[in-house]
């Protein structure tokens, strides 16, 4: 199973919004809505960001928002915040009923 | 509060053998399907295994063929990893997470903080 395709990094002026795409297969992705995002800062566990695509954990800021066309995914950063620096990764299940995480993006704020 | 404690990682030589382990406390552990999620410093996260409620059944990453056993032992709210016949590459942090799951699937909603693994001579 090969890693979800993620750019490497992005980046953007505190205020602007920055988009994060994961592209997949229909083996992973474009088969289950079970794609989430992680934020990692550095040294620090993952943390989750957005669940079945596109929902909201309770105290993650609605600045966040998923989405999901055919085989790829995207996270959504609006109103960025120097916080939102750190690295983000997406999941997706698989039809091996595995995992597959992306490669990562690592988010600058300008 | 939720927290899952990774434990037992550390030097090992390759070739040989390490079991991770991962206690957890407050929350109902047998109601959980849990994983082992891995990440080479510096690198990205791959993820390795999970275990379902009663450990009756188990999946893997096809990279590992067959050298990880994932268990769990309900009555100790613990995980475990057997990790055998080690190599240079299995060098990473291990983290052990919950999949939530209620009336919907919340993804891996809680993480340990990491145990690191390193192979070398």
């Known amino acids: 199973q090969s890693a979800l395709t993620q750019p490497p990094s992005v980046s953007g002026s505190p205020g602007q919004s920055v988009t994060i795409s994961c592209t997949g297969t229909r083996s992973d992705v474009g088969s289950y809505n079970r794609v989430s995002w992680y934020k990692q800062p550095p040294g620090t566990a993952p943390k989750v960001m957005i669940f079945?695509?596109?929902n909201r954990p309770s105290g993650v800021p609605d600045r966040f928002s998923g989405s999901k066309s055919g085989n790829t995914a995207s996270l959504t950063i609006s109103g960025l915040q120097a916080e939102d620096e750190a690295d983000y990764y997406c999941c997706s299940f698989t039809t091996s009923s595995t995992y597959v995480f992306g490669t990562g993006t690592k988010v600058t704020v300008l | 509060d939720v927290q899952l404690v990774e434990s037992g990682g550390g030097l090992v030589q390759p070739g040989g053998s390490l079991r991770l382990s991962c206690a957890a406390s407050g929350f109902a552990f047998s109601g959980y399907w849990i994983h082992w999620v891995r990440q080479v410093p510096g690198k990205g996260l791959e993820w390795v295994s999970r275990?379902?409620?009663?450990?009756?059944?188990?999946t893997y990453a096809d990279s590992l063929k067959g050298r990880f056993t994932i268990s769990r032992d309900n009555a100790k709210n613990a995980l475990y990893l057997q990790m055998n016949s080690l190599r240079a590459d299995d060098t990473a942090v291990y983290f052990c997470?919950?999949?939530?799951?209620?009336?919907?699937?919340?993804?891996?909603?809680?993480w340990g903080q990491g145990a690191l693994v390193t192979v070398s001579s």
């Open positions: 275990i379902n409620l009663d450990g009756s059944s188990t």
């Open positions: 997470a919950r999949e939530g799951y209620s009336d919907s699937w919340y993804g891996f909603d809680f």
């Open positions: 079945e695509v596109s």
